[in-house]
T-cell receptor, first 116, second 116 residues
């Protein structure tokens, strides 16, 4: 399978614990995005990387959230001191940006986080 | 990015064409119309996109009005597996040196139910 993969698929954690999610994009895709989706809502943009550089962060990304893409390939999203409001589906997408014109983003299956 | 307006829900009989409308009256000249769908508990899936002309691929057709203020996604022969939330998104493209994220801004979409 050459699509976007995310691990774990499900995570249950207690409030106050730290969690880390991993995203493996489609090979050679230079852009990687993180989104968050709560029940009944469309996905909301969190941050994106072009290669290893994090170029934009949403206001939704509080200081408890940090994302990395150290070698321009896989990415991790860490949430520190989780809160119940962090319960959501965390989606990763990747794309190949070459020139002008927006590019299609391909999504992974998501990681569903439940904070108890 | 411009906003879009979609009906919250639609029904379609299996085997018939599903026509999903989208209004984007404030679309700018450099903004594309993108359609994604999200089947329950999965990540969003890219369907099709267009700028001015009508487009067709193996999944669907996209009809954009001449004034570009609205569009229609057509699934020519809907199946039960097409039951999903369909998102219409308008977004600009940027040259890679301009640094625009081209993030997707999702609304609530249209919940399409295909009935047997």
């Amino acid at each position: 399978d050459t699509g976007v993969s995310q691990n774990p698929r499900h995570k249950i954690t207690k409030r106050g614990q730290n969690v880390t999610f991993r995203c493996d994009p489609i090979s050679e895709h230079n852009r990687l995005y993180w989104y968050r989706q709560t029940l009944g809502q469309g996905p909301e943009f969190l941050t994106y990387f072009q290669n290893e550089a994090q170029l934009e962060k949403s206001r939704l990304l509080s200081d408890r959230f940090s994302a990395e893409r150290p070698k321009g390939s896989f990415s991790t999203l860490e949430i520190q001191r989780t809160e119940q409001g962090d319960s959501a589906m965390y989606l990763c997408a990747s794309s190949l940006k070459l020139a002008g014109g927006p590019n299609e983003q391909y999504f992974g299956p998501g990681t569903r986080l439940t904070v108890t | 990015d411009a906003k879009t307006t979609q009906p919250p829900s639609m029904d379609c009989a299996e085997g018939r064409a599903a026509n999903l409308p989208c209004n984007h009256s404030t679309i700018s000249g450099n903004e594309y119309v993108y359609w994604y769908r999200q089947i329950h508990s999965q990540g969003p899936q890219y369907i099709i996109h267009g700028l001015k002309n009508n487009e067709t691929n193996e999944m669907a057709s996209l009809i954009i009005t001449e004034d570009r203020k609205s569009s229609t996604l057509i699934l020519p022969h809907a199946t039960l597996r097409d039951t999903a939330v369909y998102y219409c998104i308008v977004r600009a493209g940027y040259f890679i040196t301009q640094g625009g994220s081209e993030k997707l801004v999702f609304g609530k979409g249209t919940k399409l139910t295909v009935n047997p």
